[in-house]
């Protein structure tokens, strides 16, 4: 097939050489020193899928016609992205891989002809420098739509990926973009103190500010009439489980999820952007908490900090020390 990607960073880079290898005819967008380097060296990948390389077609916007699109920048950036391309795009099937809950609807509002499906991504992969992505854990995707069973279209698009990199189908895609969200509140803390992910869960008091996040998107989740769709050994049941417990029983989740991340340090995708001295997704992850929390008339005062604090950090391009972050977020 003819694959355009749009977005060659972490995970866009890694689907392009992936699916290259797979055999597929791929071409990226991407723009300033992350285009110069992949004109000039292609993409090199290494750790949980092996070593690989590959030397897709590059340039600051796809041309010709494609087979399947797999959009795969920030949520802040989809917009523009998408509609840069949409003269050639729309009508072609389009994957939206993209944390949050905005994906695949935005999508389908900019490109009307085409069958958008959005792919929820568990690899965690950093982009240590342009052209060159690591991945510190390998995990399974899961593509959908909607709300009901998964669809016969995204049962073959999962499947015709999985040639190339783990893809399941899920039912309820809208009900697990909610679990997502849920599993992205391990971004945030992070990012502000500059740490890894693994080494703010082993930090009892920021695991606990960590659990308090969870907890309050997982009950704006159950005001907004959410039913939680199951990923990664989290269910809708156990998720409502965890909004009826004392913060020092939830804190199991985030100890779990920091074992299932494995021992290589992962920064997450929020705390790369700042890193990279980018503005983040952050609205679209505990921001969007805040927003639905608005929604359904409750407070997320913990959700509200981390966005603030982030937006901080975005700002003056230092961390806040842990102490900073815990004085501020009472939980
Ligand atoms: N990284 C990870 O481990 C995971 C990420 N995700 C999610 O996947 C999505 C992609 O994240 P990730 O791969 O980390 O993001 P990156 O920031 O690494 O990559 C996004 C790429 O898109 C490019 N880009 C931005 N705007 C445009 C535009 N208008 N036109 C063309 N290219 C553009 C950026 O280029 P430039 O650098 O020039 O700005 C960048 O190279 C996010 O929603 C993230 O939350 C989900 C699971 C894991
Ligand atoms: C799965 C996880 C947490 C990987 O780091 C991610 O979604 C992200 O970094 O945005």
Redesign the pocket.
């Known amino acids: 097939m003819r694959i355009g990607i749009?977005?060659?960073?972490?995970?866009?880079?890694?689907f392009a050489v992936l699916l290259e290898r797979a055999g597929h005819d791929v071409h990226v967008?991407?723009?300033?020193?992350?285009l110069a380097a992949i004109r000039a060296s292609g993409i090199r990948l290494s750790g949980g899928f092996g070593e690989a390389s590959g030397r897709p077609g590059a340039g600051?916007l796809l041309d010709g016609r494609f087979d399947l699109v797999l959009v795969?920048?920030?949520?802040q950036?989809a917009e523009?992205?998408i509609l840069?391309n949409a003269g050639t795009i729309d009508g072609c099937p389009v994957i939206v891989?993209?944390?949050?809950l905005d994906?695949v609807s935005t999508a389908q509002r900019l490109l009307p002809r085409s069958d958008c499906f959005g792919l929820?991504?568990?690899?965690?992969?950093?982009?240590t420098e342009?052209g060159v992505v690591r991945i510190?854990t390998r995990a399974t995707s899961y593509l959908g739509r909607g709300s009901g069973r998964a669809d016969a279209a995204s049962v073959r698009w999962a499947a015709e990926l999985s040639r190339a990199v783990p893809v399941k189908a899920i039912d309820d895609f809208v009900g697990s973009q909610w679990t997502k969200l849920i599993v992205?509140m391990v971004?945030g803390l992070p990012a502000i103190v500059g740490r890894p992910v693994q080494d703010v869960i082993a930090d009892r008091a920021m695991r606990r500010v960590m659990t308090a996040s969870m907890r309050e998107a997982v009950r704006v989740g159950i005001a907004r009439g959410i039913r939680f769709g199951s990923l990664q050994g989290l269910s809708d049941a156990r998720l409502r489980l965890l909004a009826q417990l004392p913060l020092g029983v939830g804190q199991l989740l985030p100890w779990l999820m920091g074992r299932r991340m494995g021992s290589v340090p992962?920064l997450?995708?929020?705390q790369?952007?700042l890193r990279?001295g980018?503005p983040t997704?952050i609205n679209?992850?505990n921001g969007a908490v805040v927003r639905e929390a608005q929604a359904a008339r409750l407070g997320a005062p913990v959700n509200a900090a981390i966005t603030t604090l982030v937006h901080e950090v975005e700002a003056s391009g230092q961390p806040l020390s842990r102490d900073e972050v815990l004085r501020r977020i009472r939980v």
């Not at 967008?29 to 992350?34: D, E, L």
């Not at 795969?72 to 949520?75: D, I, N, P, R, Y």
């Open positions: 749009i977005g060659a960073g972490a995970l866009g880079g890694t967008t991407a723009r300033g020193a992350g600051p795969c920048v920030k949520a950036d523009a992205a840069d891989v993209q944390n949050g994906g929820l991504s568990i690899i965690a992969a950093n982009y342009p510190t992205n971004n992962n997450g995708s929020t790369q952007s990279r980018q997704e679209f992850l």
